[in-house]
């Protein structure tokens, strides 16, 4: 309890705890966008508690792995090499973790292009609650342990990490809903989503191999293409409300 006075009376925890909560929010939009895209895949009434389950997984899982600190840490020593170049856990599981999201990315850019026959007559449910849940889980477990291996760098303190969790957590939690719905009544945000998601697969990819990526370039390439894309929807909108009803 000492300690954690002291910490509310230290300016450097408060700009850590800051910094945190900031980085685990950016972090947390890549695990969401993949969660919208895949529980709307499901039948309406089920979409809704399978975010809350896969967020609250994530919950779960990074307080479990904040929990194992130490250990976390040593995934970061390389285990074997090959042509010179060591290979950690954590790089094993990045690369994993990568190759999931372009193969699961791809495949949904192809389902979109070229539908099933089901799904060419509106049936909604193309994937099942627990194969849905498990597809979460599996990135979950990647973001989690990319996002504290980088909380660990940053301070020294598991509590500021755990507060900085659970806020990022909450704010996954509440922005959910809305942008599930904002992603599926917009076909054209389903595309750049996933395009989005191939991107961050390949940034997963070379950091597994020892290639970083500055995260500050993914992101704004992100929200420039999300500009982009929220301009054209602006502009699609206009023109269909200056189109009178007879030539609609």
């Not at 889980?137 to 507060?163: K, N, P, Q, R, Y």
């Not at 500050?216 to 982009?228: D, E, K, L, R, W």
Request: glycine share 8%; charged share 15%.
């Amino acid at each position: 309890m000492d300690s954690l006075l002291q910490l509310t009376a230290d300016p450097t925890a408060w700009a850590a705890l800051a910094t945190l909560v900031v980085m685990e929010v950016v972090l947390g939009i890549d695990n969401l966008i993949f969660i919208s895209i895949i529980t709307n895949k499901l039948p309406a009434e089920q979409q809704s508690r399978a975010r809350r389950i896969g967020i609250g997984l994530a919950l779960i899982l990074r307080l479990a792995l904040l929990g194992t600190v130490a250990w976390i840490v040593h995934l970061t020593e390389p285990v074997f090499e090959v042509f010179g170049k060591g290979f950690s856990w954590r790089d094993l599981i990045l690369i994993a973790g990568g190759l999931f999201l372009l193969w699961k990315a791809t495949k949904e850019i192809h389902h979109s292009v070229d539908p099933s026959p089901e799904e060419k007559i509106g049936n909604a449910a193309t994937i099942t609650f627990g194969s849905a849940i498990v597809q979460i889980l599996i990135l979950d477990l990647v973001f989690s342990i990319d996002s504290i291996i980088t909380a660990v760098g940053m301070t020294e303190h598991v509590a500021i990490m755990v507060i900085a969790v659970v806020s990022a957590v909450t704010v996954m939690l509440l922005a959910a809903d809305p942008l599930s719905r904002f992603i599926a009544a917009n076909p054209t945000v389903v595309m750049l989503a996933l395009g989005f998601l191939i991107m961050i697969g390949m940034t997963l990819l070379a950091e597994g191999f020892g290639a970083h990526v500055p995260k500050g370039y993914i992101y704004t390439a992100m929200a420039f293409s999300a500009g982009v894309e929220i301009l054209n929807m602006l502009a699609r909108r206009r023109r269909r409300a200056k189109t009178p009803a007879g030539r609609a």
